[in-house]
C-alpha cells in the first residue's frame, strides 16, 4: 500500500537557521507530493506540489524536490521565521480516475522561537 | 461567503449519544473527504464522496456514517459515540480541474470530545 514517512517532531530552531524536514514515501505507481501546513487553530492548506520526478514545488521560501530515485520530498527553507511555526505534513496521492485521495505523513510540528 | 466551512468548531458529548458534524462547500466541487487528526496518526480518511449520492469507505470508516444528498453539504454521523472517536474532524474538498487539480481544500476543523 501506500504510505508516507516523515520526520518525527517536535522540532524547535531560532529564528534565520535553515530549515529540513525530511520526507519519504512507498507507492504504487507514480504519486504526485504534497507538503500541506497547519497553523494553530486552522485546517490544512497546500503549502507546495509536485506531480512528476525532478520537479521543484515551491512556495513562502519553502521547497521541495521530488526525488524519486530515493523516494523522497524533503522540506527546506533557507532562514526561518516566528510566523513559519505550525506542523508540517508530507503527503500524496494517487490519480485513480481523478479521485486524487490522499495519503498523510503524521506531521512535524516546528516552532521557531525569535 | 465562499469556502468550506465546518459546524460547530466544537462539540462535547457523550458516550452512546449520536452527533452530527456538518460540512458545507460553495465551489460546486465533486469530491469531498472527512479526515480524523490524531496525535501519532497523522490525518487517517474516513468517508468519501465522489458526487451527490456517491460516498465510500476511507480509512477508518467504523462507527461513522455519511450521507451527500446535495453537492454542497456533506455531513458526518457518529450513531453512537464512543471515547476512541474524541478527535479533531477535518472536511475537505477536491476540485480536480485547471488550477484546482491535485489540491484539496480544508475546512477549520472540529474539535470533538466524547466523554
Known amino acids: 500500500g501506500n504510505s508516507v514517512t516523515q520526520m518525527e517532531g517536535p522540532v524547535t530552531l531560532s529564528e534565520e537557521a535553515f530549515l529540513t524536514i525530511n520526507c519519504t514515501y512507498t507507492?504504487?505507481?507514480?504519486?504526485?507530493l504534497f507538503w500541506y501546513v497547519q497553523y494553530p487553530g486552522e485546517g490544512l492548506q497546500l503549502l507546495l506540489k509536485a506531480t512528476k520526478a525532478d520537479d521543484k514545488g515551491s512556495n513562502k521560501g519553502f521547497e521541495a524536490t521530488y526525488r524519486k530515485e530515493t523516494t523522497s520530498f524533503h522540506l527546506e527553507k533557507g532562514s526561518v521565521q516566528v510566523s513559519d511555526s505550525a506542523v508540517y505534513f508530507c503527503?500524496?496521492?494517487?490519480?485513480?480516475?481523478?479521485?486524487?485521495?490522499?495519503?498523510f505523513g503524521t506531521g512535524t510540528r516546528l516552532t521557531i522561537i525569535p | 461567503d465562499a469556502g468550506i466551512t465546518q459546524s460547530p468548531r466544537y462539540k462535547i458529548t457523550e458516550t452512546g449519544r449520536q452527533v452530527t458534524l456538518m460540512c458545507h462547500q460553495t465551489?460546486?466541487?465533486?469530491?469531498m473527504f472527512w479526515y480524523r487528526q490524531d496525535l501519532g496518526h497523522g490525518l487517517r480518511l474516513i468517508y468519501y464522496?465522489?458526487?451527490?449520492?456517491?460516498?465510500d469507505k476511507g480509512e477508518v470508516p467504523d462507527g461513522y456514517v455519511v450521507s451527500r444528498s446535495k453537492t454542497e453539504n456533506f455531513p458526518l454521523t457518529l450513531e453512537s459515540a464512543t471515547r476512541s472517536q474524541t478527535s479533531v474532524y477535518f472536511c475537505?474538498?477536491?476540485?480536480?480541474?485547471?488550477?484546482?487539480?491535485?489540491?484539496?481544500?480544508f475546512g477549520a476543523g472540529t474539535r470533538l470530545s466524547v466523554l
Open positions: 464522496s465522489a458526487a451527490a449520492d456517491i460516498t
Open positions: 503527503a500524496l496521492s494517487i490519480s485513480n480516475f481523478g479521485n486524487e485521495k490522499l495519503t
Open positions: 507507492a504504487t505507481g507514480y504519486p504526485s
Open positions: 465551489w460546486s466541487h465533486s469530491y
Open positions: 475537505a474538498t477536491y476540485g480536480g480541474r485547471g488550477d484546482a487539480k491535485n489540491i484539496q481544500y
